[in-house]
């Protein structure tokens, strides 16, 4: 992957070859290779847990990983037995133990290195198989074919900085026409909308917060949207007022996908409707409470743990992401479905003076209120007081504010302070993401 990587890199500043080439190019079944084909073909979206696959990884764990290998001696043969041998991993635990994570036949040429530095602190290394991509592909484009995506040019609107004099850049072999993730001003946002009719691109793939902000460009110019067949959402959680955006006002189509950089678990919303089906092909998902005990029930809060089925070279098993949800349908028979996702705890918190806490979900804002700004965050610098920062739209008057306020201020501890600051545009991580709740209050 690193060789085609290189090569789109050096193509990318020939966009005539680079458009040639995807204009030739063949099916992803045929560039992928036989791996990607038998993965695409099998995906049924089951409704079963893969317990053999779930057993074997935890099986090879045990007989040749370090870091396990002192948790049982016998073969586990039941879900019964996976919980009860193995206790949950974090970050920490990867981070202070990781050669001992190796596996016994790791080899270093079948493995990348990888480095997230996500919202916790120092950066996290794991190693990932040098073919992840073509069981990423395969599930995605499946995931995607829903909506009638099979080979198509796709605009992407990621985490991509170009050179200012350049629009957008070709990826012949994704076949992605890259826009950048951080220019954002409506001149910028005008080429794009031209780009997407110039090249025929019904779909367009991105953070939601990118979409977001280039949806309401299109929709204050009144701009036709009919021709989009397809919005492809991933790596932040998508938000109420992005969604009513998008779904409710634009009556795009939508999928949103959960994964997340470890690559173990991965949960869709295939209609943009907050209910996120687990994709059990992919690898074993669990809730837990706070107390470590396993959630087999709706609407109970616990935290989102992983197990790899792939990754037999450093296999992270019950590992802890941060992120957490509930069961919308928990059933035997049926798809688990969660219900919605919400980011980790450091992004869930906004205190009162007394160190209690309301959640980013808790302040969420009735409709009028939405229609009134086109984006809007938190920021806490010190606990009982909050400022909320919005991008006002000429809905926005003193009126609003004011109501603003007072939605801020019934949710919160009658001593807390609330500040609404308007802004142009809302701050990013370094790798272009959103945040929705910026806080300096250490846990």
């Not at 074997?56 to 290998?69: L, S, V």
């Not at 950066?123 to 198509?152: C, Q």
């Not at 926005?396 to 109501?403: D, L, P, Q, T």
């Amino acid at each position: 992957m690193k060789k085609i990587k290189s090569l789109v890199n050096l193509l990318s500043n020939n966009f005539l070859i680079s458009y040639f080439l995807f204009k030739i190019s063949p099916p992803f079944w045929v560039l992928f290779g036989t791996k990607y084909r038998e993965i695409y073909k099998s995906l049924a979206f089951t409704t079963n847990v893969q317990l053999n696959n779930l057993l074997k990884i935890a099986n090879y764990g045990i007989q040749k990983t370090k870091f396990y290998k002192d948790s049982k001696t016998s073969r586990l043969k039941s879900i019964t037995e996976f919980e009860e041998t193995f206790t949950t991993i974090s970050k920490e635990n990867l981070n202070n133990s990781f050669n001992e994570f190796k596996s016994q036949n790791f080899s270093l040429s079948k493995y990348d290195l990888m480095t997230t530095g996500g919202t916790s602190g120092a950066p996290t290394k794991f190693f990932v198989p040098k073919d992840r991509y073509k069981k990423e592909f395969a599930i995605y484009h499946k995931i995607w074919s829903s909506l009638g995506y099979k080979k198509e040019l796709r605009g992407v609107l990621r985490n991509e900085k170009l050179p200012i004099q350049k629009i957008y850049k070709l990826n012949p072999v994704t076949k992605e026409l890259i826009f950048d993730g951080f220019r954002n001003n409506d001149n910028y946002y005008q080429q794009i909308y031209e780009s997407l009719i110039k090249f025929k691109v019904y779909y367009i793939q991105g953070y939601p917060s990118s979409v977001f902000n280039f949806f309401v460009y299109v929709k204050t110019a009144n701009l036709d949207t009919s021709f989009i067949k397809g919005i492809f959402l991933s790596s932040e959680i998508f938000l109420k007022h992005q969604r009513k955006l998008l779904k409710e006002d634009l009556s795009l189509p939508i999928i949103s996908v959960y994964g997340h950089s470890e690559k173990l678990v991965l949960a869709v919303d295939f209609k943009g409707n907050n209910e996120y089906q687990v994709i059990e092909e992919y690898g074993y998902l669990e809730l837990l409470d706070q107390r470590g005990n396993v959630i087999r029930e709706k609407g109970v809060l616990g935290e989102i743990v992983g197990t790899t089925f792939d990754n037999y070279g450093m296999p992270l098993i019950r590992y802890r992401t941060g992120d957490f949800s509930s069961y919308l349908q928990y059933k035997s028979g049926t798809n688990r479905v969660l219900d919605g996702i919400q980011g980790r705890w450091q992004e869930m918190k906004i205190f009162n003076y007394d160190g209690s806490f309301v959640t980013p979900t808790a302040l969420n804002l009735h409709d009028d209120l939405y229609n009134c700004i086109n984006g809007l965050q938190y920021f806490q610098s010190k606990k009982g007081k909050l400022e909320v920062r919005i991008i006002p739209n000429k809905n926005y008057n003193e009126i609003v504010e004011n109501k603003f306020l007072s939605h801020f201020k019934d949710r919160m501890a009658p001593d807390s302070l609330i500040s609404i600051i308007k802004v142009d545009e809302l701050k990013k991580r370094k790798n272009g993401k959103f945040i929705l709740l910026e806080s300096q209050i250490n846990l």
